[in-house]
């Protein structure tokens, strides 16, 4: 299986302050035939589903803020947000969607100062 | 509008069955590879399975392989999760969601439904 570990596993920001948080795989996940990293970021706010905000590494998501961004390839992932509002509020996770069984990370939870 | 809405859940003994559905309207259901997402309280997702679009093929995480059915019926736009053989690790909310043919992250999610297995 393909192991996900994401650091920090919780972090405090003021809003409109730059937040970085990290996803790292266990094996490769850019697929030498079309060049894609299958991985994903989820946001979950308390008490609701998932909700996917970037696919492949670094595409957002239709009607997702522009503050949220994916970076990273091979075993190394970022999710970046630009400038924290306090509706962020949330866990995220990542997600390799390269090989079953799908594996999530721990999540990384996100709270405002 | 995108709906999944969960039924089916509840409490269990160990050992018995339950079999929960995800109703499915605003897409073309049939287009759309479909799974199970679970998450223990106050723990993190755990992928259980994924249909494909046309039923032709399932996936399981290993701890449900055997206990475990995923299955669908395109033309009531319904997908179903047959829970055999139930253990207290199960316990968890179970999310139904979406999965695009060529890309097999979740965009569509139900609002989950809580199975609890307890004496």
């Known amino acids: 299986d393909i192991v996900m570990t994401q650091t920090p596993s919780s972090q405090a920001v003021s809003a409109g302050e730059k937040v970085t948080m990290s996803c790292k795989s266990s094996q490769s996940l850019l697929y030498s035939e079309n060049k894609k990293n299958y991985l994903a970021w989820y946001q979950q706010k308390p008490g609701q589903s998932p909700k996917l905000l970037i696919s492949?590494?670094?595409t957002r998501e239709s009607g997702v803020p522009d503050r949220f961004i994916g970076s990273g390839s091979g075993t190394d992932f970022t999710l970046t947000i630009s400038s924290v509002q306090a509706e962020d509020l949330a866990v995220y996770y990542c997600?390799?969607?390269?090989?079953?069984?799908?594996?999530f990370g721990s999540g990384t939870k996100l709270e405002i100062k | 509008e995108v709906q999944l809405v969960e039924s089916g859940g509840g409490l269990v003994q160990p050992g018995r069955s339950l079999k929960l559905s995800c109703a499915a309207s605003g897409f073309t259901f049939s287009d759309y590879n479909m799974a199970w997402v679970r998450q223990a309280p106050k723990k993190g997702l755990e992928w259980v399975a994924t249909i494909i679009y046309d039923g032709s093929r399932t996936y399981y995480r290993d701890s449900v392989k055997g206990r475990f059915t995923i299955s669908r019926d395109n033309a009531k736009s319904t997908l179903y999760l047959q829970m055999d053989s139930l253990r207290s690790e199960d316990t968890a909310t179970y999310y139904c969601a979406t999965q695009r043919v060529l890309q097999w992250c979740s965009d569509y999610w139900g609002q989950g439904v809580m199975v609890t297995v307890s004496s």
């Open positions: 997600e390799q969607y390269y090989d079953t069984p799908l594996t």
């Open positions: 492949w590494a670094s």
